[in-house]
Each structure stands twice: as C-alpha cells, then as structure tokens.
C-alpha cells in the first residue's frame, strides 16, 4: 500500500478519535449545563425559603422583645436563685405555650430560650429537658450570647440538628441570654416539593452534627445513610420525609444505584461540595443532586440529596448517537480539512516558539493579554511565581491582575468599575500611578512598574519592571507623613487622603459611617499639675486603651492636641451609642500611669449619603460642645 495512503488513513484515524472525544465532550457538557441549571434553581428555591424563614423568625422575636411580661420573666430568671428558677421557667412557660403552637403551625420545630451564660433556659418542644450547657457545642448561641450577633444556619443540637435562627436577647441595654427559632428538614422540604416538584428531597447528616451532638439517649433518632458510616438520616419514625422515600419505588432504585456506585461517589461527598449525577435506569433519564449544607461556621454539615426524572437526559443520548453514525459517514470527506488544519497548527506552533524565545531574553516580567486571560508569558513570569507552565497558573487564574495586592498606595482592581477592562484604565495612567504590587513565591512583596502597549488585536504586551528597592523608601517616607509622631495614631493627612475611598468601603454593604469626636476632659489641668511629659505620656495610653478597645473597622486619627476623631462602621445609631458609651466607660475605668483616671466627652454623627464629610465633622464637633457643656464624661449623637 502506498505510504501516503497509509499516512492518510492514520490521519484519518486520528481525526476521526479526536471528533469523536470533542462529540463525547459537548455531550458532557450539554448534560452539565441542563444539570447546573436544574441545581441552580434548587438553590435558587431552598435559598429564598430559608430566607423567608428568616424574616419570619425575625418578625417572632420583635414580638417577643414587645413583651414586657416576658422580658420582666427573663431578668428575673438571670438574678433568681436556683430554686426560684423553675418557678420563673414554668411561669414563662405557661405565658408563651400558646404563642409557640401558634409557631408549630408555621413549621416552627424548637423554641428555646437560653441563660446569658449558654444553658439551656427553657426547651419549649421538650420542657423537661433544661439546665445542660450548650455554649461549648452551639457555636450559635456561643456567638449570641458573648458577641451579642444575630446568628442563622443549619446547626446540630442536644435533641434535634434545624436551620436555626439565634437572637441574642437585649433589654432596655441588657443582656439577658438568647432565644432561637428553629425550623425542621420536613418544613423546607415540603415547601421545596411545593415549589420545585420532585420525586423527593432527603436530608444526610454529617454524624458530629446529629449522631455525635444528641442526647445519648435520643440517639435512636437516627439511623446510618447509605452514603458513608459518617452520614446519618432522621429515624422515619419521627421523619415522614425519611417514611415517604421509603415507600417509594424509584426512590430505592436510585439509592442502589448510589451504593452501587459509591467508590466514585465517595470522592465527591469527601470534597463536601455541591455535585450532581444524572443517570439512566430503564430507559429513562433521573437526576441525584448532592447539595452541601452549611453550618453557621460555614462548615459542612449535611447533604441534601434531590431525586428528580430528568428527561432531558435520555434526549441527548439519542441526539449524539445520531452525531457519532453520521461523524463515520463523513469521515473521508474530513480528511482533506485535517491535513489543512493540521499544516496550519504546526506553523502556528512555530511562531508560539519564536514569540517565548523572544519574551524570554527579556529582563522584566513579560506577558501577552487580552485583560481577561494571559495568552503567553516569558520566564521571568514563571520564576517570579514559581511556576512551570502557564497552564499552571491558569488552572487557579484567569488573569494576571488577579494577583494585584489589594492597597491603596498601588493600582488593583478596586480601583475599576465591574464593567470596565484593567488594561484600558491602567493605560491612561501616568506612570507614576501605573505601580502595582505582587507576591512573590518567597512570599515577598514586590512593586511593579507596568508598561502597555498594542500587540495586535485585543491583546496587549505587558512589561512589569520590578522598582520595590524604590517603593520601599517610598512607602516609609509615606508612612511617617500619615501617622502622629507622638502617639502614632493616624493624623489628618491620612484623614484628608482616605476619607473618600472610606465612605465607599463603609457604606456599599448597607452599614453607616459615623464621625465621633473625643476630648480628653481637663487636659489642661492634667499639664499644669504634672507637666506636659506626663500629659503626653497620658495621651499615648489613651490611644493604646482606645486601639484595645476598637474593633479592626475603627480608624483612630489625633485631631489635635488631646482631641482625636474616630471613624465607625455601624448598622444603627443605637448601635453606635452603645459603642461609645462601652468607651467611655473603658477609658474612665482605666488607671493610668501618675495620674490614675481621666474622663473623657464624646461627640458623634453619622454620615448622610450626599452630603460634605466636612457637614458631619460640624455635626460631631457641636455634639462634643454639647457633651462638654453638659457635666462632661458623655456621649452626645446628633
């Protein structure tokens, strides 16, 4: 046989196995798609009931604080004698039963109450059982009751694991425990059902969530998945979801397949992540959607695995059988355009050769790049990030402006609204603000000048010229010129530079932005009685004491002399008040060195959207007159 019929039948061969992996690829990815979509609105749907849920319980405990009996039941269950404490319990009891079979009806599991300390105040679902400490097993009510934050997720418990909604309970600006409402699979499920119809939903427990968090003797409650020995589902004897799968066919056919399978299933559960498998039994096509449940550490914590027909399925099957006959038909006619494209990737290969040796020589950090994603880098690239391959780096990145390190001094992509490409912005920059800082793979920070010019269409030549002996210097000088020298607090400079891009950051997530200003009343005495070292030894605590007391948020800013300004991030302006009277008090409890205590007067406002940030600085200082002229050692909020 003629050696170029031969070489033709091979590349034939090959082509003809290349198109057949690119069909079996697009089949894939048709049924990924379908299978993204239908676990996005599951998502979708599961996400807005909890979310319902939640206002729900929201709109349940503004109730609750509205009711003075209750409340007055609470702190005097804090202050009672343990002997007292099961007559207020029983007294509570008695004056909310009602209210929460009320709940029960609006699928409400467990309403319970908690000390401030973390025990179990009063289980309305199971009164008996009270007095345990859960503090230490309930990061719920740990965070409630010591960070005084609302708190929701799904959650395992001493009797039954819920999604749960946690509140810390304060009155009339006392902590008094917390309370939570907490809803079962079953609720979800059957408002799943209502809205996304389904063969069935069923919720897998991670075992330290259920088996391993219950009451030894409520253990019964569960029984092992079919996933793994460290999965457990609801006993169907106090679950009608587990006793409604049970008794159906389908149901049962799809958990063979499961455990059938369950060696490369296993892989998947192990990652704790959302994953689907479509599969085909009898004919006709189903869906097992494998959806991560997270905890309100935001760990995983369960599965819930959605049986669903997919039709779809059994559709594609049959549309690319049709796509493989005729690949096989048509193969002699594609010879022709393999020998084409098969020239024309060798030439391009070539020129991909010449254009890396040529970025290699270079000196600088060199790449090739649409904005988006990095077509070629030279080696220096490779060296900097400790890389091998460009494919490398792509397989965690996209692009190289990724890597920017997020700060103010540098260009990163903050900087840039959603919708515009870095390059084009970076490229109208002068060069003294075309700077941006990467890590290294020694994890050292490295400053970057960046070059960007046209190498064809779409794509851009980037040089980063590596100036961090430069930056360096730079950035001390800057750093000596934002901060107060004697207490080293930031000074107004820092205050005139930032405040801008603070505003953004402190308002885009719906928070507020407040301005307090702090005086340190009778200053002046404290100078005239032990001198004006001891006076700046006393404001150099002060600061120490406010920067122990401030939360990573709070910005502390010498306004001068002893009046310093403080920028907060708050949701409310009760909030707020209750922040700085927390300081006032810090600061007024504080003994200093020589002159043992101080006071000091607050005056805060909060930013209005719109308005001169000079408006409010106004606002504040007339609250600090007003504080002072009022007694001193106050907080005043205009």
Not at 55 to 79: G, H, T, V
Not at 200 to 211: A, D, E, I, M
Not at 247 to 253: D, E, K, L, M
Not at 582 to 607: M, P, W
């Amino acid at each position: 046989m003629r050696r170029d019929i031969i070489v033709s039948a091979l590349l034939l061969s090959i082509f003809a196995f290349v198109i057949y992996g690119f069909l079996h690829d697009a089949k894939e990815k048709d049924i990924e798609r379908l299978t993204s979509k239908s676990m996005q609105m599951i998502l979708t749907s599961y996400n807005s009931i909890i979310n319902t849920y939640k206002i729900s319980a929201q709109k349940d405990m503004n109730s609750l604080l509205e009711n003075s009996d209750a409340m007055q039941l609470l702190r005097e269950f804090k202050y009672a004698s343990e002997s007292d404490k099961s007559i207020i319990r029983g007294r509570l009891y008695r004056l909310l039963y009602k209210k929460y079979y009320q709940m029960k009806k609006l699928n409400i599991r467990q309403f319970h109450f908690h000390t401030h300390e973390g025990k179990s105040l009063l289980r309305f679902h199971k009164p008996a059982r009270n007095g345990d400490f859960l503090i230490d097993i309930r990061e719920s009510i740990k965070v409630a009751n010591q960070q005084h934050k609302i708190v929701s997720g799904f959650e395992g418990g001493r009797i039954y694991p819920g999604f749960r909604y946690v509140f810390p309970i304060i009155y009339n600006g006392e902590h008094l425990g917390s309370v939570e409402f907490s809803i079962a699979f079953e609720s979800i499920e059957r408002e799943l059902g209502s809205v996304l119809p389904s063969l069935g939903y069923q919720l897998n427990l991670s075992k330290n969530v259920s088996y391993d968090r219950v009451f030894l003797w409520h253990r019964d409650y569960f029984i092992k998945s079919i996933l793994s020995h460290n999965y457990y589902i609801e006993n169907p004897e106090i679950s009608l979801v587990t006793k409604k799968l049970q008794n159906i066919t389908i149901i049962q056919r799809l958990e063979e397949y499961i455990q059938k399978n369950l060696s490369s299933i296993s892989e998947k559960i192990e990652t704790q992540q959302n994953f689907s498998i479509p599969t085909v039994i009898a004919d006709a096509g189903y869906m097992i959607h494998f959806i991560d449940i997270k905890n309100t550490k935001n760990m995983h914590a369960a599965y819930m695995i959605s049986y669903s027909k997919f039709d779809e399925l059994t559709e594609i099957n049959d549309k690319y059988t049709i796509f493989f006959i005729l690949l096989y038909t048509a193969i002699f006619m594609i010879f022709l355009l393999i020998v084409i494209v098969s020239n024309q990737l060798h030439n391009l290969s070539l020129q991909k050769e010449n254009l890396q040796h040529l970025l290699n020589q270079q000196e600088n950090i060199v790449i090739l790049s649409s904005g988006t994603t990095i077509t070629y880098a030279n080696q220096k690239f490779f060296d900097f990030f400790n890389l091998n391959s460009l494919d490398e780096f792509l397989l965690k990145n996209n692009c190289v402006c990724e890597k920017f390190i997020k700060d103010d001094r540098f260009f990163h992509l903050d900087k840039i609204k959603d919708d515009e490409n870095w390059l084009d912005i970076i490229r109208k920059l002068p060069q003294s603000q075309s700077i941006v800082a990467m890590m290294g793979k020694n994890l050292e920070l490295h400053s970057f000048s960046v070059s960007v010019n046209i190498y064809e269409h779409n794509i851009y030549i980037l040089s980063f010229a590596d100036i961090s002996d430069t930056m360096v210097e730079q950035i001390k000088l800057q750093e000596k010129t934002l901060h107060d020298k004697l207490t080293h607090a930031y000074n107004r400079e820092y205050f005139e530079q930032n405040i801008d891009q603070i505003i953004i950051d402190y308002t885009k997530a719906g928070t507020l932005l407040a301005l307090t200003m702090l005086d340190i009343d009778f200053f002046k005495k404290v100078n005239d009685t032990f001198g004006h070292d001891i006076g700046d030894v006393v404001l150099q605590e002060l600061v120490k004491v406010i920067g122990d007391y401030s939360r990573d948020d709070d910005i502390l800013i010498r306004w001068g002399g002893e009046e310093f300004l403080i920028i907060f991030k708050v949701h409310s302006k009760n909030g707020l008040f209750i922040a700085l009277e927390n300081l006032r008090q810090s600061i007024e409890k504080h003994a200093f060195d020589t002159v043992e205590h101080i006071t000091c007067s607050l005056g805060s406002s909060i930013y209005r959207e719109g308005e001169m940030i000079k408006s409010t600085i106004k606002r504040a200082d007339k609250a600090l007159y007003t504080a002072k002229n009022s007694g001193r050692n106050k907080v005043v909020i205009l």
